[in-house]
């Protein structure tokens, strides 16, 4: 039975569910940033998928990445898997802007995260939820 990290559960909302991850919106409006969650317990690492498991897992981003670019049109998008604070296989992806309050550093350890008002939260998860759910894989 997959459970969530405690401190993933804690600092996310959830936006959508794929068929391996589920999707989640950081709780820091400075970055728009996603983070996906294999439904897989116990699983640290890429390479503990199963290989099917590891294509699903790169589609998923792919497709999570298209969607966030399509809504926030950033200067890159930052794509990772640290698991240095939170062990369960999690990946990052991270709008970034030139001039945002990490640029050209990573995010992590940049100044103290601000919330989302629910308002503000919801609507970027209403639209984050749309773009995903449309967006298809690249031909």
């Known amino acids: 039975m997959f459970r969530l990290h405690d ?4 600092d996310t909302s959830e936006i959508i569910r794929l068929d391996l991850c589920r999707v989640l919106l950081m709780e820091d409006r400075r970055f728009p940033w ?6 897989r317990e116990g699983i640290t690492e890429i390479h503990q998928l199963w290989d099917e498991d590891q294509q699903l897992l790169w589609r998923e981003v792919a497709q999570v990445s298209r969607a966030l670019s399509q809504h926030c049109a950033p200067d890159k998008l930052n794509v990772a898997a640290l698991g240095n604070v939170v062990p369960q296989l999690h990946i990052h992806v991270v709008a970034r802007f030139r ?7 990573p995010v992590w350890g940049a100044g103290e995260a601000e919330a989302y008002d629910d308002e503000a939260r919801a ?8 773009g995903i759910g449309a967006a ?3 031909a």
Do not use: K, N, S, T
């Open 99 to 105: 001039g945002d309050a990490a640029w050209p550093h």
């Open 7 to 10: 401190r993933l559960a804690a």
């Open 34 to 39: 996603v983070i996906l969650a294999p439904q």
């Open 123 to 130: 609507a970027l998860i209403g639209r984050l939820h749309e």
């Open 136 to 138: 298809q894989p690249a």
